[in-house]
């Protein structure tokens, strides 16, 4: 039982990378023996946890080291020290054996436990007898990991944590502290260079920025009443309900009474509501986990797993999403594996090697946003992913993710030059591995949470984006459930921002879009991207003046209530907001008071209902079956007049007039012979339109009906039979 003095003087130096075997209580030839450090103390007496006495150890050095035979077998020990007129109690992390086990072991060296939240990061519970927090980090490479924290004065020899050499993770239970304490970890890498204080990859809550430590929490305590809403989810096909997202930014939606961010519960009680009054269907939230810089919006996330403390305590954000289902709302989450910033706390050189990125910027570097590129070929780094995206599901019940950036994730040379990226093994510039983590995440997200759906900001034409995954399909496939339209948004954007009198000649800008409307399961975004950076917002887009602006939005949007896909607006432009957006401020929602922009949300909110109750509009939003053309060729008038369709449904026709020309009549041929009832106008009166309309609706006669159409407006016209 007697160390080497080099081991000895390394412990008490706080360099030794496994104070496990000389800590704690071990079976030895004399009984059980014991050693502890309690730097301070004079004399340590050994106790059982239930306070049996068992024996008082021996100081054998002055900077606190005691050791002895105690009574009993080796077990858990508490010390009660005393040292220069003090007295106190210390229980001793080392005399507790391990809490993960082989199962773990063998679970996450294969890259396939997908509960690993619940055993790595912080995890308050109670062990051999005592309360306290389980520990657990990955770092294969590191010499030493320590935890440090408040409760240990931030030392980094006080509690180094052990290893498990087989899977490179490190742990240690530290009995007696309980919620709300900040910690990190301090690495000594494989060179013996000391990391900069490292967080928590798994940490569940973080101290509000600009401080940057993990923060220990409470095992999750809220009381889920959202079983009917997760039931009916998980009894439908996404594709064919009615799906209309609110994009929303936590921070700028609203501000409180001194310009501070909403808490979970305040914007519960003011944002649930205007989104059910509004019609839609979901909220999807802008980055919520937690970031240390604002104006990334959360895309440079540091905390993967923690809801931000900008917004409260993370069973806020449960309450938030648990009130939003007894409302009927859905809520979707953006998620961003594509990158992760290199600032010193994070993910970057985690253990002082490339341990969750590449080591040659080549692979592990992107130009744009000066950020890391996660190593998606390393088994670790693909389940600590698909880890997390199983987790805001589960844990926080969210009804889907929205994958930012997945173009960037695809290809080896995106955003860069000849020489400055690396081709794959077969000479191409797909990045196969990519590839593969995000067939791997579809999966594991749509085969084990039913009623959850996936979304993929794609801006290329990658082919099966939103196909299924089948391992016998083809390797292109993504698995995703929908897809963002980006060409839809550009070609629609750039024509409704041409002056009315030159869209003639750029009719091919909507008739296009419909060439492939069909090629993936849609979702047809007007998102925050187009409404910052001097792009200003959607108001502004709009050709012409102040009233031919109004009116080219209102005909906007009901062209695209009634255009083929699902639907995604941005906070803000469902009342015209006039100023590009800002993550410092909150809305303008003084404008909605004016007639012109109250009108224009009113139009979005009976646009929503509209969609909603009529299954010719969403029930084949994703099927070419859903969609005819009435009038595709009169470039000459700017009209565009198509059909949307159900199977059982009476159809609707979709009419727009993009130029400030009222044409009456105008002749659309239709299906059916007999009244067609007007149930949308974007010129209504009650719209801050012209008024001009078919007073309710038009007969068809002959395959055809004579139809007053409004200069600058969409009106539809349901089949009344």
């Known amino acids: 039982m007697t160390p080497p003095r080099g081991a000895i003087a390394a412990l008490l130096e706080g360099r030794h990378d496994d104070p496990f075997s000389l800590l704690g209580s071990f079976t030895g030839p004399a009984g059980t023996f014991a050693r502890t450090l309690i730097p301070g103390a004079e004399t340590a007496e050994a106790h059982d946890l239930s306070g049996v006495s068992l024996g008082r150890l021996t100081r054998i050095d002055d900077r606190g080291l005691f050791e002895g035979t105690i009574a009993g077998d080796p077990q858990p020990i508490a010390y009660r020290a005393q040292g220069y007129g003090a007295e106190w109690w210390v229980t001793d992390p080392y005399s507790f054996g391990p809490v993960l086990g082989p199962t773990d072991d063998y679970l996450i060296a294969e890259g396939s436990h997908f509960r690993l939240y619940d055993k790595m990061g912080a995890h308050l519970i109670t062990h051999q007898g005592a309360a306290g927090v389980h520990f657990a980090v990955w770092a294969p490479n590191a010499r030493r990991v320590s935890v440090v924290g408040d409760f240990n004065d931030w030392n980094d020899t006080r509690h180094v944590m052990r290893r498990r050499g087989d899977i490179g993770v490190w742990e240690i239970f530290l009995p007696n502290i309980g919620a709300g304490r900040s910690y990190k970890f301090a690495i ?23 401080k940057t430590a993990s923060l220990t929490t409470t095992p999750p305590s809220h009381v889920w009443g ?37 808490s979970w519960d305040a914007l519960a009680d003011r944002l649930i509501p205007y989104v059910v009054d509004m019609g839609f269907t979901h909220i999807e939230f802008m980055p919520i986990s937690e970031h240390p810089y604002d104006p990334s919006w959360g895309y440079q996330t540091t905390g993967l797993y923690a809801p931000s403390a900008r917004f409260g305590d993370p069973d806020g954000f449960a309450r938030f999403v648990d009130g939003a289902h007894r409302a009927g709302i859905g809520v979707l989450l953006d998620w961003v594996p ?3 910033p290199v600032d010193p706390h994070g993910l970057t050189r985690f253990d002082g090697t490339a341990l969750y990125e590449h080591e040659d910027p080549r692979l592990g570097f992107h130009p744009d946003w000066q950020t890391a590129i996660y190593n998606f070929g390393r088994r670790e780094v693909r389940s600590f992913l698909i880890n997390n995206a199983l987790f805001w599901a589960e844990r926080y019940h969210v009804d889907g993710l929205r994958v930012d950036a997945v173009a960037s994730m695809l290809y080896r040379d995106y955003s860069r030059e000849a020489g400055e990226w690396i081709p794959n093994a077969e000479g191409g510039r797909e990045n196969w591995e990519a590839v593969g983590f995000l067939r791997d995440m579809n999966r594991a ?95 502004t887009k709009m050709a012409g003046d102040d009233w031919q602006q109004f009116a080219n939005l209102r005909a906007y949007y009901a062209f695209m209530w009634g255009y083929p896909g699902k639907k995604l607006l941005f906070m803000g432009q469902e009342f015209a907001q006039r100023q590009e957006w800002s993550e410092d401020r909150a809305l303008d929602w003084h404008l909605d008071r004016s007639a012109a922009h109250g009108g224009v949300r009113k139009l979005v909110r009976d646009l929503n209902r509209l969609y909603r109750d009529t299954p010719a509009l969403h029930a084949r939003d994703c099927e070419p079956d859903g969609f005819e ?37 105008y002749r659309i041929p239709l299906p059916h012979d007999g009244r067609w009832r007007e149930i949308i106008n974007s010129d209504a009166h009650d719209y801050w339109g012209s008024g001009l309309g078919n007073l309710g609706g038009v007969e068809a006669q002959g395959g055809a009906a004579w139809v007053t159409l409004p200069p600058l407006a969409t009106v539809m016209l349901q089949f009344d039979g």
């Open 226 to 262: 959202d079983a009917a809403h997760r039931q009916t989810w998980s009894t439908v096909d996404p594709r064919r309900v009615p799906v209309s997202i609110y994009e929303v930014h936590a921070g700028s939606w609203d501000r409180d009474a001194n310009g501070w961010y909403l």
């Open 338 to 340: 594509a990158h992760f």
């Open 188 to 210: 000594l890498g494989p060179d013996g260079t000391l990391q900069p204080l490292k967080a928590d990859p798994f940490a569940f809550a973080a101290e509000l920025r600009p």
């Open 629 to 665: 053309w009435l009038i595709g060729d009169d470039a000459a008038n700017s009209v565009f007049a198509w059909l949307r369709k159900a199977p059982g449904e009476r159809p609707v026709a979709v009419i727009a007039n993009l130029t400030p020309v009222a044409r009456a009549p």
């Open 445 to 539: 997200l749509y085969g084990k949470e039913d009623g959850v759906f996936t979304v993929a900001e794609e801006s290329t034409s990658w082919p099966g984006v939103s196909a299924p995954a089948f391992d016998d399909g083809p390797r292109t496939n993504l698995g995703f459930g929908f897809k963002w339209n980006m060409g839809w948004m550009h070609d629609t954007l750039q024509y409704f921002a041409r002056e009315p009198v030159h869209r003639r000649h750029h009719h091919g800008e909507i008739t296009f879009g419909f060439v492939y409307a069909f090629d993936e399961n849609f979702v047809l975004p007007l998102s925050h991207d187009e409404v910052v950076h001097g792009k200003g917002s959607l108001l």
